[in-house]
């Protein structure tokens, strides 16, 4: 198993917070594309009626957290998006394949980004077969690698769409912070796209912060201007002092150690509340318009 232990700090961090919301969730499995086994985390709404709406969660390359739990980003988020009447479905693409962490790691970069836009169409077909689930309400968020894996499954030449394509495809789409956005790398080898012919096959909202130097904003906001140019349904939206995991609770800003950026600076990540506050607000109202 490749164990490597830059991020273990942050995970604690991040995991605190978790621990409570993972305990309510069901604890379920699903297979990928490639037939990995992948441990999940199902949380149901209260108070809603089934069949729910659902959203589907991809983990950034920390990993979704430790000890058998969440962390605190995605346990807020789960919480969050079930009291506005959402089912969640959060799921770990590294550890079944051998990874504690994939940040820095090129070849595990790579494997990543081959593998998980699979994944995320097994968790639709996962879900679209419960019957609390409604099948075509169905939506899909990632953060920082995940949310590069949000754009690499939700293009239209997706790598990760099974062929044929399900009756049902996702019909929304959140990325914060991602990586891989840019024209050259959401084309090949990662996906069929051309270079500037990008498309989504349903409303794409990117969330980003200005100051982020791991995954800078400057090329993800060009990238989704010439989707938007195209007439595509996409649209980006960067605050101006928040940096990357600008959404997590409580995590004071500073330097992560572990992975270093071309420059040879670390990255500077950290929550922001009033970004924190506006993404809270605007993510279930951009949900509602395609799935309620």
């Known amino acids: 198993m490749a164990m490597k232990p830059v991020s273990w700090i942050l995970a604690v961090i991040l995991a605190l917070a978790g621990g409570a919301a993972a305990s309510a969730a069901d604890r379920v499995e699903f297979a990928g594309a490639d037939g990995t086994r992948l441990p999940a985390w199902f949380y149901a709404p209260s108070g809603a009626t089934p069949p729910y709406p ?10 979704i957290g430790i000890g058998g739990g969440i962390s605190a980003t995605y346990g ?24 504690s962490t994939t940040c820095g790691l090129r070849q595990a970069r790579r494997t990543m980004l081959r593998t998980r ?20 309400r169905i939506g899909l968020m990632g953060w920082s690698q995940g949310g590069g894996i949000v754009l690499l499954s939700v293009n239209t030449a997706s790598i990760g769409r099974p062929t044929p394509a399900p009756g ?14 840019s024209k050259t790398l959401q084309s090949k080898p990662f996906t069929s796209v051309e270079p500037g012919t990008w498309a989504t096959i349903a409303p794409l909202l990117v969330l980003h912060g200005a100051r982020d130097n791991w995954t800078p904003a400057g090329p993800c906001r060009a990238f989704i201007a010439g989707v938007a140019g195209r007439g595509g349904p996409a649209a980006i ?5 928040a940096a990357h995991s600008f ?9 992560r150690s572990g992975p270093r950026l071309k420059d040879g600076s670390t990255p500077l990540i950290g929550t922001h509340a009033a970004a924190r506050a506006d993404a809270m607000r605007i993510v279930p109202e951009f949900f509602a318009r395609s799935l309620k």
């Open 54 to 63: 659902a959203i589907v969660f991809l983990h950034g390359c920390s990993g």
């Open 76 to 99: 807020a988020w789960a919480r969050h998006l079930n009291e506005a009447g959402y089912a969640v479905l959060a799921f770990d693409s590294a550890r079944p394949r051998g990874f």
């Open 117 to 136: 836009p699979a994944d995320a169409y097994g968790a639709l077909t996962y879900l679209q077969a419960r019957a609390d689930i409604a099948p075509d």
């Open 168 to 181: 049902h495809d996702f019909k929304a789409a959140v990325a914060l912070y991602p990586a891989t956005c």
């Open 237 to 241: 939206k960067a605050y101006r002092d």
């Open 247 to 255: 959404d997590a609770p409580n995590l004071k800003l500073r330097r």
